[in-house]
């Protein structure tokens, strides 16, 4: 366990520290949540729909014992926009309801045949790597939504911003006392937020909060939502894209096993949780919403603030779907500043990463043997370096194993042609 627990698993916090708990996850996953319809045509607010509905079918597939919040995954925004472009939209959710599908048969063969090979293909050398992998190849994401405008060029006015926001949230998770120790995102997000409207008052280059979102935006609406249709190109094409998105799901289970403190592949079970994620996105694609994963940046705020309830997590998901109609307060969070975001994923995709250092240390894994040496160093290069492999299944459908998933196929490969016991010395 990364810290002494706060709030585990399955205990409830008071009324009046579960909704503000609960409100830091939301801000930490909504930007990249609505971040994927808005790329691939989608509606944002359907969008937050699912995002909430499916990660309350996670929690419950899971049995409450998982706290894991569930947004849009971006490993299908090329599949979503290609068959999108190619068929239709409606073929492309087709496509994300089989997948979804996938996930629970993959589940079912875990459940049939066993997790033990999973302890022999994940040894801690290969999992500690992998969690690095995972937080450090979102460092680039956090650094550019810091330091860059919305040209993508450098900008000191927003790096100052998330500084600002970085020194206040980390300040509140290291000094503040009680409750407030609890919420130190909240702190930073508010802190920034209120630092960049001050500002923008008074210097120009500070003036990046658009309010006027907030004054078109009607009080209430219904999201827009889809039906799927099917053919086979755009089900094997999201299949195929399936078996990436089914490594990261194993990483992003070992993360948040090894923040929380409890193996989550043994209880409730990899069957479990796969079959959670899958279900979230078959149903994902019967409302028109994008496929669901599970989310860093609230593994992030767990590890940060020691708080591991899944009833927290399940107010999250409520007042997602609550914001899914109540378009005015959506609007409000969409006014807050990236730079802001940038300085809080400073925080959260670095403590993910130490997660990983954690573990390989915890260990015990001996790096005077060249194969683990071997092993972690090809999958930092590759998670870290943008390794990929990729080729056209059509002439418009183009598959990608990319990154985190690439890297974790590869360490495992490695571990298994190079077992221990063999002198590597």
């Known amino acids: 366990m990364i810290q002494t627990e706060i709030l585990g698993p399955r205990m409830r916090p008071p009324l009046g520290q579960w909704i503000p708990l609960s409100f830091q996850h939301v801000f930490a996953m909504f930007g990249a949540t609505i971040l994927v319809p808005l790329l691939t045509g989608l509606d944002p607010s359907t969008a937050l729909f699912t995002a909430g509905t499916?990660?309350?079918?996670?929690?419950?597939?899971?049995?409450?014992?998982?706290?894991?919040?569930?947004?849009?995954?971006?490993?299908?925004?090329?599949?979503?926009?290609?068959?999108?472009?190619?068929?239709?939209?409606?073929?492309?959710?087709?496509?994300?309801?089989?997948?979804?599908?996938?996930?629970?048969?993959?589940?079912?063969?875990?459940?049939?045949?066993?997790?033990?090979?999973?302890?022999?293909?994940?040894?801690?050398?290969?999992?500690?790597?992998?969690?690095?992998?995972?937080?450090?190849?979102?460092?680039?994401?956090?650094?550019?939504?810091?330091?860059?405008?919305?040209?993508?060029?450098?900008?000191?006015?927003?790096?100052?911003?998330?500084?600002?926001?970085?020194?206040?949230?980390?300040?509140?998770?290291?000094?503040?006392?009680?409750?407030?120790?609890?919420?130190?995102?909240?702190?930073?997000?508010?802190?920034?937020?209120?630092?960049?409207?001050?500002?923008?008052?008074?210097?120009?280059?500070?003036?990046?909060?658009?309010?006027?979102?907030?004054?078109?935006?009607?009080?209430?609406?219904?999201?827009?939502?889809?039906?799927?249709?099917?053919?086979?190109?755009?089900?094997?094409?999201?299949?195929?894209?399936?078996?990436?998105?089914?490594?990261?799901?194993?990483?992003?289970?070992?993360?948040?096993?090894?923040?929380?403190?409890?193996?989550?592949?043994?209880?409730?079970?990899?069957?479990?949780?796969?079959?959670?994620?899958?279900?979230?996105?078959?149903?994902?694609?019967?409302?028109?919403?994008p496929p669901n994963t599970t989310y860093g940046e609230n593994i992030g705020v767990m590890a940060i603030t020691k708080v591991y309830s899944v009833w927290v997590i399940g107010g999250a998901a409520v007042i997602a779907v609550t914001l899914s109609f109540f378009r005015k307060f959506g609007a409000l969070i969409q006014t807050i500043p990236t730079p802001v975001m940038g300085g809080i994923s400073m925080l959260l995709f670095g403590i993910i990463a130490s997660s990983g250092l954690r573990t390989i240390v915890e260990s015990g894994v001996d790096y005077k043997d060249k194969r683990n040496l071997s092993i972690s160093s090809v999958i930092f290069v590759i998670g870290i370096g943008g390794g990929k492999l990729a080729f056209n299944i059509t002439n418009d459908v183009h598959f990608e194993l990319a990154g985190v998933a690439l890297a974790t196929v590869v360490g495992i490969i490695l571990n298994i042609l190079f077992p221990k016991g063999r002198n590597t010395r």
């Open 54 to 289: 499916g990660t309350l079918i996670y929690i419950l597939c899971t049995k409450a014992q998982v706290p894991a919040f569930l947004g849009s995954s971006f490993a299908f925004i090329p599949p979503l926009i290609a068959i999108s472009g190619t068929y239709g939209l409606p073929f492309a959710l087709g496509g994300a309801f089989v997948s979804g599908i996938f996930y629970c048969i993959v589940g079912l063969i875990i459940k049939i045949a066993g997790k033990q090979w999973i302890d022999r293909a994940l040894p801690p050398v290969v999992i500690g790597s992998v969690i690095v992998v995972i937080g450090l190849n979102l460092a680039p994401t956090a650094m550019n939504m810091a330091m860059n405008n919305a040209d993508g060029a450098y900008s000191l006015p927003m790096f100052s911003i998330a500084l600002l926001t970085l020194a206040v949230t980390i300040t509140a998770n290291i000094f503040f006392k009680g409750f407030f120790s609890t919420i130190p995102i909240l702190i930073g997000l508010v802190a920034g937020y209120l630092f960049t409207a001050i500002m923008g008052i008074f210097v120009p280059a500070y003036r990046i909060i658009d309010f006027q979102i907030i004054r078109d935006a009607p009080w209430f609406g219904v999201p827009q939502f889809a039906i799927p249709q099917f053919n086979g190109v755009a089900i094997l094409t999201f299949v195929i894209v399936s078996l990436a998105t089914v490594c990261e799901h194993l990483g992003d289970t070992l993360v948040t096993s090894k923040v929380v403190g409890k193996d989550f592949y043994r209880s409730p079970g990899l069957h479990r949780t796969l079959s959670g994620d899958g279900l979230a996105t078959a149903w994902a694609s019967l409302w028109g919403g």
